[in-house]
């Protein structure tokens, strides 16, 4: 029998097919479709229109890695991506898709050991993931050569654009071989993009996928921060305030889909696991008795839950945020399906939420943020259940003996007292506060200097008198803090000092490594409210009046 029929149909190895195989893929998505077969036959270059949850990785990495030769040391596959979080994605999914090939993939992006990664392409590397900032420093350095790269890949290339990289993505797209491939992947195509694609593809064919499925409107899509301690607490209420819960809960690893599934059914509910141990026949049990609803939770990993095809699920529950974006609209995608609505619930915890924040951008879609459920309203949810479940009940006639049973207690007791009594017995379980235990609330742990996009603004003390431009600040401060430069945004440069915006966690990062002492006053800080602080955009033609003179720490190398 054929691995995999439809994926061979594109022209793929049987060495591609395993690895596709063993990652639980089974049919190829419309732009792997279209794309594979067309990079794999002809020598044209691509520019394709696709968001995220397309898979779209897999469309352009396949084909490279088909084409790639691993006895040759140099890097000969290019990808360029606008975010550090992107590169490490794609190559995590580029190394899980080569199979048993020996071929070196590396990330490359700011923030980390510069000196480190040079080190790995000294050794050998074939194909190459990077942010351009990064990916610029070392061709100036001249430890990265692209002379024998024979495919080069924009990915988000709107993004890249957005980021303010286009200029970076030009001068490394010149060092590149006229001959190379050249393939461009971009959600939107605004006319910077096109001409881009004008001045450096040659002969191109134009790839449009429409993304309407994504994330469809019939799903809401909301987050709670919780403590990773509160989350069992708070899947236990959201399930309870739910109607007629029909959901999927993924993890992400086999432990957590044991524990989590161990914990359910101690306490009472009807729930099932799905992971890499199973085997496919209880795969099969499961499967049946969950599309049946006699199960009507599902604990699962991403691996395991590829291919699920079950339409009318009222819930997607991230229990463990995804990594990268793409997991993210293939969980929710699994909900609000054939018309019916649904809801995509995730939790996050403070250490988690820039996290969201990059999923949220990349996948271009809003998750709204909500209050759990308190145990004084899940309790009134329970009794107004109860309550209807009874009246259902009184609309079926009763047998004789059961109604001669009953005037007997009428006349020895009063009705609230056998009422009472019997609900007690039947669903006293349901009214028990102490079920529920309290939750934290930890939304007051984010920063306030954060803002609606989760990023801070700081003052630096640096400017044009001190022999800095734009670039050369935001290099200093990613080499001397670890934060990735293309995390350093909206950067505002003045004669002595500059603005820049970041996320929360980095801001934190780059206020502790610049601290300062009692001798000297700090190179990064908060910038004030009337500095355009929390985001804002102060527009300054002098230093300020009250701020101290500030004596650099660092002053750029003279070239």
Do not use: W
Not at 82 to 94: D, G, H, M, N, Y
Not at 108 to 120: L, S, T, V
Not at 152 to 165: H, K, R, S
Not at 434 to 444: A, G, Q
């Amino acid at each position: 029998m054929t691995i995999l029929p439809l994926f061979k149909e594109l022209g793929l190895s049987q060495e591609t097919l395993l690895a596709l195989k063993a990652k639980g893929f089974e049919e190829p998505t419309p732009i792997q479709r279209s794309v594979i077969p067309l990079l794999l036959g002809e020598t044209c270059d691509v520019v394709g229109q696709a968001r995220t949850g397309t898979g779209k990785t897999a469309a352009f990495a396949l084909p490279m890695l088909e084409r790639i030769d691993p006895a040759v040391r140099g890097v000969q596959g290019l990808v360029l991506v606008p975010t550090r979080e992107l590169a490490l994605q794609v190559s995590e999914e580029i190394i899980s898709l080569r199979g048993s090939r020996t071929l070196q993939v590396l990330p490359i992006y700011g923030g980390a050991p510069i000196f480190d990664q040079i080190k790995r392409l000294k050794r050998g590397v074939q194909l190459v993931v990077g942010t351009p900032g990064r990916i610029l420093d070392l061709l100036e350095r001249r430890e990265l050569k692209l002379d024998a790269v024979t495919t080069l890949v924009l990915d988000e290339a709107d993004e890249m654009l957005n980021m303010g990289f286009i200029d970076d993505v030009e001068t490394i797209t010149a060092a590149t071989p006229k001959e190379r491939r050249m393939l461009l992947f971009s959600a939107t195509m605004p006319d910077p993009i096109l001409q881009l694609a004008r001045r450096r593809m040659g002969k191109y064919q134009l790839i449009r996928e429409e993304s309407k499925d994504l994330t469809t409107e019939l799903t809401e899509q909301i987050y709670f921060e919780v403590r990773e301690s509160d989350k069992f607490e708070a899947l236990c209420r959201i399930i309870d305030v739910s109607e007629n819960f029909y959901g999927l809960i993924f993890c992400r690893t086999k432990v957590d889909v044991d524990q989590v599934s161990r914990k359910l059914l101690d306490r009472g509910y009807t729930a099932d696991l799905l992971h890499g141990d199973i085997t496919q026949r209880e795969r099969e049990r499961v499967m049946e008795r969950f599309k049946a609803k006699r199960n009507t939770i599902l604990v699962a990993t991403d691996v395991a839950a590829r291919g699920l095809d079950v339409n009318n699920l009222s819930h997607v529950i991230n229990y463990s945020l995804p990594h990268d974006p793409e997991s993210y609209v293939h969980r929710i995608g699994r909900t609000g399906r054939a018309g019916s609505e649904g809801t995509a619930i995730t939790f996050v915890t403070p250490d988690e939420y820039r996290r969201l924040l990059f999923i949220k951008r990349i996948a271009r879609t809003e998750i709204r943020r909500e209050k759990l459920p308190g145990v004084s309203e899940v309790l009134q949810v329970n009794m107004q259940r109860v309550k209807s479940e009874i009246q259902g009940m009184l609309a079926v006639t009763a047998d004789p003996q059961s109604l001669k049973l009953a005037r007997e207690l009428l006349m020895e007791n009063s009705a609230e007292e056998v009422v009472s009594t019997l609900i007690a017995r039947g669903y006293g379980e349901l009214f028990r506060s102490d079920r529920y235990r309290e939750i934290e609330d930890i939304s007051h742990r984010r920063k306030e200097a954060v803002n609606a996009e989760g990023r801070t603004r700081l003052f630096i003390a640096l400017g044009r008198a001190h022999g800095h431009t734009a670039r050369s600040i935001v290099t200093l401060l990613a080499e001397k803090s670890g934060v990735a430069e293309n995390a350093i945004q909206g950067l505002k440069l003045f004669e002595t000092f500059s603005f820049i915006t970041v996320p929360f966690e980095d801001a934190e990062k780059l206020l502790r490594f610049f601290k300062g002492d009692k001798e000297k006053k700090p190179l990064v800080t908060r910038a004030r409210a009337e500095d355009g602080g929390h985001g804002g955009h102060g527009d300054h033609k002098k230093p300020h009046g009250k701020r101290p003179a500030f004596k650099p720490a660092f002053k750029r190398k003279k070239k």
